[in-house]
């Protein structure tokens, strides 16, 4: 199985600040990496499709970016409703798996 | 807006069968993509388990595969999964899910709400 390790755990942050989260693949994925968002008692939400995608309705301080195994995620200028659990997941090889999460919390 | 929605038991004993159902109103599930479930145990992590397309072709979790059955019923508009040989380990939120696009391994752009099930005597 293709590992997905996320960096941080966690991370605090402020609204305004502009916060990275990178995924590392334990081998190559080209650019299937896709991003969520996720709060407690929530469906996760996707923002992110192909590395770099930006899903229709997400905000356009979410972007992404990398390819075969280092990716990141950057969310500038924080909003209060971006505090939130996100996790990376690879779509490359069977079976799917995501990141343990990082936490970001004020 | 597609919606989905799992249902099924909140409390299953250890040894017995976990079965949930996901339904989907607002689409067809006949008319494509693929409908998946995944699961996120307390404090942890998600957890793929396994997919389905309408014409009953799935892909599975293979540290899941020998204890899951997902299965698709278009009359209803309706996927299930069961779990079978429970443990405690199983106990963790249940979503289901759509891809995003017609391939099996795309990201999931819907999901239910999640429901959780313990596995406790």
């Known amino acids: 199985d293709i590992q997905m390790t996320q960096s941080p755990s966690s991370v605090s942050a402020s609204v305004g600040d502009r916060v990275t989260i990178t995924c590392r693949a334990s081998?190559?994925?080209?650019?299937?990496l896709a991003w969520y968002q996720h709060k407690p008692g929530r469906a996760p939400k996707l923002l992110i499709s192909a590395a770099s995608n930006l899903q229709s309705g997400v905000p356009s301080r979410f972007s992404g970016s990398g390819s075969g195994t280092d990716f990141t995620l950057t969310i500038t200028s924080l909003q209060p409703e971006d505090f939130a659990t996100y996790y990376c997941?690879?779509?490359?090889?069977?079976?799917?798996?995501f990141g343990q999460g990082t936490r970001l919390e004020i | 807006q597609v919606q989905l929605q799992e249902s099924g038991p909140g409390l299953v004993k250890p040894s017995e069968t976990l079965s949930l159902t996901c339904t989907v109103s607002?689409?067809?599930?006949?008319?494509?993509?693929?409908w998946g479930w995944i699961r996120q145990p307390p404090g942890k992590g998600l957890e793929w388990i396994g997919s389905?397309?309408?014409?009953?072709?799935?892909d599975y979790n293979p540290s899941l595969k020998s204890r899951v059955t997902i299965s698709v019923d278009t009359s209803k508009n309706q996927f299930s999964l069961k779990v079978i040989s429970v443990t405690a380990a199983d106990t963790a939120v249940y979503f289901c899910a759509r891809t995003l696009d017609y391939s099996s391994s795309a990201p999931f752009d819907y999901w239910g709400q999640g429901t959780l099930v313990t596995v406790s005597s």
């Open positions: 081998q190559g994925i080209t650019n299937w």
């Open positions: 389905i397309y309408h014409n009953g072709d799935t």
């Open positions: 997941q690879q779509t490359d090889t069977f079976p799917i798996t």
């Open positions: 607002s689409y067809s599930i006949s008319s494509g993509y693929y």
